[in-house]
């Protein structure tokens, strides 16, 4: 219960909430390394992904690498970075550039793998009616693949942000802002109201942008996708 | 060409000149279709029928070149169908699928427009084709433009899918087991309107099916194709019937294609000795076919019946014997010309 307490007292205080170590201004930090990472990631990853998926050329070996590139964790890939950005640069290599990179490297594999598998499943008989209706391939990626895969290139997306928020967290180890720090600080102060308070923004943040994908995807999917069955 | 650029045509001549269609090379090469010719003047429906694997979907598929053919020339209006800009030359034929192929995403009025917005046609005119569309496939379009595909039962979508394949006024269409996918009930009505529609449209229709029905149904002529992607036999449905070329085409036609040829021929196609009404004997209008006729004969137990003409007034005495009679003037004639 204390520690309950605790995080509701550190929540609460308004000096928290104020000047460039507050919740806001590190949220915003957070929020916004976040989106530049899933940003460049989905830059890189959908074209790829969505190529690969229409024409499907070296699918095998692209979306296999991608699926082990997942499997590598986070703090060693930020850790094997900071060695070569603080030769590029010594002062941000070792806080900003580590943890962006890692972010983006992260978080292409979901969305280059859930973009080709959308478009790959998209029923072949329906491609070749296109097709046969005259549609360019480009007409047919953006009106026909596109918008049936979409359930499945947002939950890429989706998966993608949110290990991208996680993710961040762990920039703080390296120096680098966002809500992490909150949790490094509490940890390193024994202060568990600030511990925790840290724990809890990251995981509202979290759910927030899952949330918020949800309803985008709710919105853009086509009702005649989501319905089931002749009514 | 500019004629039929414009839609005004309604037709085009199809002609298939010494086609072959061959997948690998060298030693593991094998024929898909081999050397098929044939032709089909503009506004006949002619039905390609054959086993699975004898190369029908392959041949149909050249003509708006899905696949493309290894040699041979496919003629559209006389014109090599290779030399055309291949998405211009897809957009002029109308493609009808088992599967339909509607896309899921859109709604019954977009699907149906789709090749006209290819076309760059204006949305009102768009919009007044599509329920010109639906209304003439039998769909409300009040009802039915806003729906999606999945909220259609089969039959429904199979209509979406010819007046979506109709909706640029296409000279030819191609149509793939259109009606396969639906149970008998519907697949026989969708028939019977769809002939009655091409009665009024008059396009040239290539039609692939396995089912030798629907291929006598259906087809203005048959081209019966085998293992191979070879033609067994071309011509109309009675000249197969009648006149089959090998013993392939007559395993495949049936044993019972004698019957089968009854449902080609009516009352009207008879001729009787003059007959007076005959209470008690049953009337047959002109439109009844032969096969109907023996039937109610061989169930009535009795010798013959009346036909009327068209007036309803008695035209002359029906018998068995007429009918077997009417078979055998058929094998007289020629098949294969």
């Known amino acids: 219960m204390d520690l309950i307490a605790a995080t509701a007292q550190w929540l609460a205080d308004p000096l928290n909430w104020q000047g460039p170590n507050g919740i806001p201004s590190r949220l915003m930090e957070h929020v916004a390394l976040s989106g530049v990472s899933l940003l460049v990631a989905a830059l890189i990853a959908l074209p790829l992904g969505l190529w690969i ?157 899952l949330g918020a994908f949800l309803l985008l995807e709710r919105r853009l999917v086509s009702t005649g996708l989501t319905r089931r069955a002749a009514g | ?52 694997g004898c190369g029908k979907t392959t041949s149909l598929k050249m003509v708006n070149r899905l696949i493309e053919p290894t040699e041979g020339q496919i003629l559209l209006d006389g014109v090599n169908v290779m030399t055309e800009n291949v998405t211009a030359l897809r957009r002029r034929i109308g493609y009808v699928i088992q599967q339909v192929g ?30 010109e569309l639906l209304s003439l496939v039998g769909l409300d379009p009040e009802r039915y433009r806003g729906r999606y595909p999945v909220q259609l039962s089969g039959g429904e979508r199979q209509r979406v899918g010819v007046a979506r394949a109709l909706a640029a006024d296409p000279p030819l269409m191609l149509m793939d087991e259109p009606f396969a996918a639906v149970d008998p009930i519907v697949r026989e009505r969708l028939q019977d309107e769809f002939l009655r529609l091409q009665h009024e449209l008059a396009k040239t229709i290539l039609f692939v099916t396995h089912d030798i029905d629907e291929a006598i149904k259906m087809g203005d002529l048959i081209a019966v194709m085998e293992a191979g992607g070879r033609l067994a036999q071309f011509g109309s449905p009675d000249s197969v019937l009648a006149h089959p070329a090998s013993d392939f085409v007559a395993q495949f036609v049936g044993e019972d294609r004698g019957l089968k040829r009854l449902s080609l021929v009516t009352i009207a196609d008879l001729s009787l000795e003059p007959s007076a009404a005959r209470p008690g004997l049953p009337t047959f209008g002109p439109g009844t076919k032969l096969r109907d006729a023996l039937s109610v004969l061989l169930a009535a137990d009795t010798s013959g019946g009346v036909a009327l003409d068209d007036a309803g007034k008695p035209r002359g005495f029906v018998t068995v014997d007429a009918i077997a009679s009417a078979l055998a003037e058929g094998r007289g004639t020629v098949a294969n010309p």
């Not at chain 1, 030769?87 to 550039?97: A, C, E, H, N, S």
């Not at chain 1, 009106?143 to 979409?150: D, H, K, R, S, T």
């Not at chain 1, 992490?180 to 308070?197: H, K, P, Q, S, V």
């Open chain 1, 53 to 209: 998926g229409h024409t499907g050329r070296f699918s095998w070996w692209i979306v296999s690498t991608a699926n082990a590139w997942r499997a590598l964790p986070s703090f060693a890939v930020i850790g094997l970075l900071v060695p070569f950005t603080t030769v590029i640069d010594p002062d941000l290599g070792f806080t900003l550039y580590p943890t962006l990179v890692a972010m983006i490297v992260l978080a292409g594999p979901p969305i280059l793998v859930n973009a080709y598998q959308g478009i790959a499943g998209v029923d072949g008989e329906l491609v070749e009616a296109a097709r046969a209706m005259g549609m360019k391939e480009s007409q047919i990626l953006f009106g026909v693949e596109i918008p049936i895969a979409l359930p499945v290139l947002a939950t890429g997306l989706r998966l993608a942000a949110v290990q991208v928020i996680a993710t961040a967290t762990l920039g703080a180890t390296f120096g680098f802002g966002g809500l992490g720090r909150f949790i490094i600080l509490g940890d390193a102060n024994r202060d568990n109201g600030e511990l925790f308070g840290g724990v809890v923004l990251v995981a509202m943040l979290a759910l927030a942008t």
């Open chain 2, 1 to 52: 060409m500019t004629v039929r650029e414009t839609g005004h045509a309604r037709a085009a001549s199809l002609e298939f000149h010494g086609v072959t269609k061959r997948y690998g090379r060298g030693e593991s090469a094998h024929g898909a279709v081999n050397d098929l010719s044939f032709a089909v003047p503009a506004g006949a429906i002619c039905v390609l029928v054959g086993p699975s």
């Open chain 2, 102 to 131: 509607l896309l899921p995403h859109l709604t019954v009025g977009r699907n149906v427009a789709i090749v006209p917005s290819l076309m760059g046609w204006s949305k009102q005119r768009q919009s007044a084709r599509t329920d």
